[in-house]
């Protein structure tokens, strides 16, 4: 037997029969997996405190898991799927200093999960439009602060999957952490985010379940320490003020990393998390990516300092004409605007402004809502 082999094996005992805490404890007092289950008959020589409930739990026929475990990495590595066990050197270090990390890591593509900076963004699964252009702004402006960052998130619905794509569309690299086997995806509509994160060459989707594990409630609870336990900040867009982005976020908290949140309107139903975190001083507000450097004190990094001096800026809009950037102003001032409002602002007629509207819609900078009003995309 391999030490993967019992590494594998020793986590579906903690998936079952074993607590976690009595998993991790037992493998770091032996300090192996495979001395675990070599010294299982007789496990007091590992934990002399060791319950007689544990001694019988070690001490049963573990045969069909040895299979199981055995058929596993078979299926693994038939299927590109890394299997990355607790002391690997892949492990990322930052789950590793969690006392519920799990001991062993299915992973699917390249991504550094020790990369040098790394955050979590989470919130609701009914982003808004206002999340939406929250996390374009700011995972764009990072591609610029930090590009060496990495942004984990769940690739559920809502700020999640917006999150990935950003993080895709402006070249960073994304791992998407999920409750279930790697033999599955949910939701499968975002299957092609999941290969493209795969495919760039620097992401990765990563679970702490076997194959054949189904995507039940509880196990979502469970993920979302591993997507705290991996990142240094947890950032939350938006959030009712229940969901499981708090979870995040509380989780982040007790294990000692940073907090952040993004303030929104007081009477929307999906900023109210947002809004209390800030409130009990349980999260920095933050508006911007600038935010977020400054509160990790990654200003001083030296890549940083080396794109500053490559003269590396952001510019929030591609070359605009006077009247596009005129057009671009006042919704910048004045929020959405209608058709006939924007005219009045900028001393135009309406009938002149639709042309510019339409080309700077089909560039991504405008977008046209119900009753001929425009909004702009931060």
Not at 111 to 125: E, F, Q, Y
Not at 183 to 204: F, I, K, Q
Request: aromatic residues 4%; negative net charge.
């Amino acid at each position: 037997m391999t030490e993967q082999t019992a590494c594998t094996l020793l986590s579906f005992l903690a998936a079952g029969r074993l607590s976690l805490s009595d998993a991790l404890r037992l493998y770091t007092a032996a300090g192996s997996a495979l001395c675990v289950i070599e010294q299982r008959n007789d496990i007091r020589s590992i934990d002399p405190e060791a319950t007689d409930k544990l001694a019988e739990i070690m001490s049963a026929d573990v045969t069909p898991l040895i299979h199981r475990a055995e058929e596993e990495q078979e299926w693994c590595e038939a299927n590109n799927v890394n299997i990355i066990t607790y002391n690997d050197k892949a492990y990322p270090d930052r789950l590793r200093q969690c006392s519920d990390a799990p001991l062993v890591l299915y992973v699917r593509g390249t991504a550094d999960l020790n990369a040098r900076h790394v955050i979590d963004i989470v919130g609701t699964r009914k982003c808004t439009q206002y999340g939406q252009d929250v996390i374009k702004s700011m995972v764009s402006e990072l591609a610029t602060l930090c590009p060496d960052i990495m942004i984990n998130s769940g690739l559920a619905y809502g700020v999640d999957i917006n999150a990935h794509r950003a993080a895709l569309q402006y070249g960073i690299s994304t791992t998407g952490i999920v409750a279930h086997g790697q033999d599955t995806l949910y939701p499968s509509m975002h299957r092609n985010e999941a290969n493209a994160m795969v495919l760039s060459g620097c992401g990765a989707v990563v679970t702490e379940y076997p194959r054949g594990t189904r995507p039940e409630a509880r196990n979502f609870l469970q993920r979302n320490r591993i997507i705290a336990g991996m990142s240094d900040a947890t950032i939350v867009v938006e959030s009712a003020s229940h969901g499981g982005g708090l979870v995040t976020a509380r989780l982040a908290q007790e294990y000692g990393r940073e907090v952040m949140a993004v303030p929104g309107p007081v009477n929307e139903e999906y900023s109210k998390g947002c809004n209390n975190l800030i409130r009990d001083h349980k999260a920095s507000l933050i508006t911007s990516a600038a935010d977020i450097i400054t509160l990790m004190n990654w200003q001083n990094d030296h890549k940083l300092a080396k794109a500053r001096k490559m003269g590396i800026e952001r510019t929030i809009f591609p070359e605009l004409t006077d009247e596009e950037q005129s057009i671009c102003n006042a919704l910048e001032l004045h929020g959405d605007l209608l058709l006939n409002d924007m005219a009045a602002h900028i001393s135009r007629k309406a009938q002149d402004l639709q042309p510019i509207l339409l080309s700077l819609e089909m560039r991504g900078i405008v977008r046209s809502m119900s009753g001929n009003t425009f909004h702009l995309v931060k």
